[in-house]
């Protein structure tokens, strides 16, 4: 094994760079979410697979230009199992274990994600064995969208 490093003068400096083109700044545009438990609509037959929840938002900003050549990032905000507030990039899948009618329990897990198209998004909620109906909509949940182009 061996060390080495570099020590000594500082040679001359190189030649200038080519002269750049005036670039457009970056622009980012943020909305905040709240979907009230009311607000979530079933999609599919409850307790059937492929069952999930969701809720669409008009979002003009999504514009062609953005869809196209944009980045359009959500995140689910929440408090975590400290009691801090973090928001994580979606999809973002949580586990749980839940109790039946007979006392037993059994783990599942929810997923959020999302879709978008120029003009709306649509927030999604998917119960791993499809239980829609057994659940019950979501409770109050807070998402962030972000525009940037």
Not at 30 to 36: E, N, P, R
Not at 69 to 77: H, K, Q
């Given at each position: ?26 622009k980012?545009?943020?909305?905040d979410?709240t ?19 969701r ?9 062609r230009?953005?869809?196209d050549d ?7 905000r ?17 586990y ?5 009618n007979?006392?037993e329990e ?39 969208l972000?525009?940037?182009?």
């Amino acid at each position: 094994m061996g060390f080495t490093a570099c020590q000594g003068p500082m040679g001359p400096a190189g030649r200038d760079g080519l002269p750049g083109k005036d670039a457009e700044p970056t622009k980012w545009w943020i909305k905040d979410f709240t979907i009230a438990e009311k607000t979530w609509e079933l999609v599919g037959v409850p307790n059937d697979i492929g069952s999930y929840f969701r809720c669409v938002f008009n979002v003009p900003e999504i514009t062609r230009a953005i869809y196209d050549d944009g980045a359009i990032i959500c995140y689910y905000r929440y408090k975590d199992e400290f009691g801090d507030d973090v928001q994580t990039v979606l999809p973002y899948t949580y586990y749980d274990i839940n109790v039946n009618n007979y006392g037993e329990e059994f783990p599942y897990s929810v997923q959020f994600s999302y879709d978008t198209m120029p003009g709306s998004i649509a927030f999604k909620l998917v119960f791993s064995d499809f239980y829609t109906k057994d659940f019950g909509p979501p409770p109050t949940c807070k998402f962030r969208l972000v525009l940037v182009y």
